[in-house]
């Protein structure tokens, strides 16, 4: 994949909150923190911590959500079967904007990397840094709330009604 350094700080939106819209215990968002340029993960309610030696948050640079079925999957262990060789649609959060675009996964060639393409059909240049991969079934909600920006410090207003 080509990479390209955050954009600058100035040029980023106030912030924003990215929902995929699984049940319960499985919900995942991600909190957009224009200050780092990263998607802070949260499951289940509560902020997503990197199981490793370093117990850091987990905040990629970009959330990559590839629609692709999901089926039960025959065996021990109750696992899914995801259905990620092929195509289909893409939506990608990065720098607190998205780009909708394709996925493509060749079949035969099971070494040949996933290949995320824009509108276009050209190949999509990241931000630099960890990128999230999820795979979301078409059927579930997707959504991008942009924070509304702070009015400045020269305007009173009144608090909105409950």
């Given at each position: 994949y080509t990479f390209k350094g955050?954009?600058?700080l100035e040029d980023r939106p106030t912030g924003g909150t990215l929902s995929i819209g699984w049940p319960g215990a499985y919900r995942v968002y991600y909190k957009y923190d224009p200050e780092q340029n990263r998607y802070v993960r949260f499951w289940g309610g509560v902020k997503q911590i990197d199981g490793g030696g370093e117990k850091q948050e987990v905040a990629?640079?970009?959330v990559l959500i590839v629609r692709a079925g999901n089926?039960?999957?025959?065996g021990p262990g109750g696992y899914n079967d995801v259905a990620i060789e092929g195509e289909g649609k893409l939506e990608v959060y990065q720098n607190g904007t998205s780009i909708r675009g394709t996925w493509h996964k060749d079949e035969r060639y099971k070494s040949d990397p996933m290949h995320f393409l824009d509108e276009r059909g050209k190949p999509i240049v990241f931000t630099s840094g960890q990128l999230w991969v999820m795979a979301v079934e078409p059927k579930i909600a997707v959504t991008w709330k942009k924070l509304q920006p702070s009015p400045s410090s020269d305007i009173t207003s009144s608090p909105s009604p409950s």
């Open positions: 955050d954009v600058a990629p640079s970009a089926t039960f999957a025959d």
